[in-house]
């Protein structure tokens, strides 16, 4: 079993900043891949931002530039800094770690950002 547990979400004026963090405890190793997911209403859910265990990233296109991802593998933690936040930014971030065919959720966090 591996648990993620997300934390960061909250309400932003266009052109601010969050934070979100996640930590993974469990059945988990550093080998685990982790990413950043979101979901707004009525579309599917799509990857934002993920990092492999060797660190390298890669982005969505409509965040590049402004999410930068990052991860500690000796704290089994994955961040995601948000910049210059838009409100098509608004949307439930999902937490993800996957090795192989298995892949483990967290259970969301809001974020939204008015106009």
């Known amino acids: 079993q591996v648990q993620l547990v997300e934390l960061g979400g909250g309400l932003v004026q266009a052109g601010g900043s969050l934070r979100l963090s996640c930590t993974a405890s469990?059945?988990?190793?550093?080998?685990?891949?982790m990413g950043w997911y979101r979901q707004a209403p009525g579309k599917q859910r799509e990857l934002v931002a993920g990092?492999?265990?060797?660190?390298?990233?890669n982005y969505a296109d409509s965040v590049k530039g402004r999410f930068t991802i990052s991860r500690d593998n000796a704290k089994m933690t994955v961040d995601l800094q948000m910049n210059s936040l838009k409100p098509e930014d608004t949307a439930v971030y999902y937490c993800?770690?996957?090795?192989?065919?298995?892949?483990?959720w967290g259970q969301g966090t809001q974020v939204t950002v008015s106009s």
């Open positions: 993800a770690a996957s090795w192989g065919e298995d892949v483990y």
């Open positions: 990092v492999t265990s060797g660190g390298s990233t």
């Open positions: 469990g059945s988990i190793s550093s080998f685990y891949a």
